[in-house]
């Protein structure tokens, strides 16, 4: 069986350049989906661990209700700020934004930056609502 040299350029995978696009997730991807759900199964998990020893625990166990904000609520506020962020730069592209006095965020850049700022937020709403 002999493959074509020249694509058909009516060919629904193929993109502008001539290079054919692929269906298939790029590594990149995947590995940073299964870093942010491993982040969270590892948090679930470890909330579970010290809820069910925390309870035979009577220090483990005022300490939880003393500084569970502290203890549970920031590191879960960066771990949903992650999410957030990854769930936008998968939906809608790379992450590009302005600031005042003509200041441009590309690339990774943006994504850190909104990334700290949605992490300044929701950590300034955990402590003002507590």
């Given at each position: 069986m002999s493959v074509p040299l020249v694509k058909d350029p009516e060919s629904p995978h193929q993109a502008q350049g001539g290079r054919e696009q692929s269906k298939r997730p790029s590594i990149k991807n995947l590995l940073g989906w299964s870093a942010v759900i491993l982040g969270g199964?590892?948090?679930?998990?470890?909330?579970?661990?010290?809820?069910?020893?925390?309870?035979?625990?009577?220090?483990?166990e005022q300490m939880v209700r003393d500084h569970f904000r502290a203890l549970y609520g920031i590191p879960m506020m960066s771990i949903c700020s992650l999410l957030l962020v990854s769930f936008l730069r998968a939906s809608a592209g790379p992450i590009?934004?302005?600031?005042?006095?003509?200041?441009?965020?590309?690339?990774?850049?943006?994504?850190?930056?909104?990334?700290?700022l949605c992490y300044l937020a929701m950590t300034a709403s955990l402590i003002a609502l507590w």
């Open positions: 199964l590892f948090m679930f998990g470890t909330t579970m661990i010290v809820l069910y020893h925390g309870t035979k625990q009577e220090t483990l590009e934004f302005e600031l005042p006095f003509n200041i441009k965020f590309k690339g990774a850049s943006g994504q850190i930056v909104l990334w700290v």
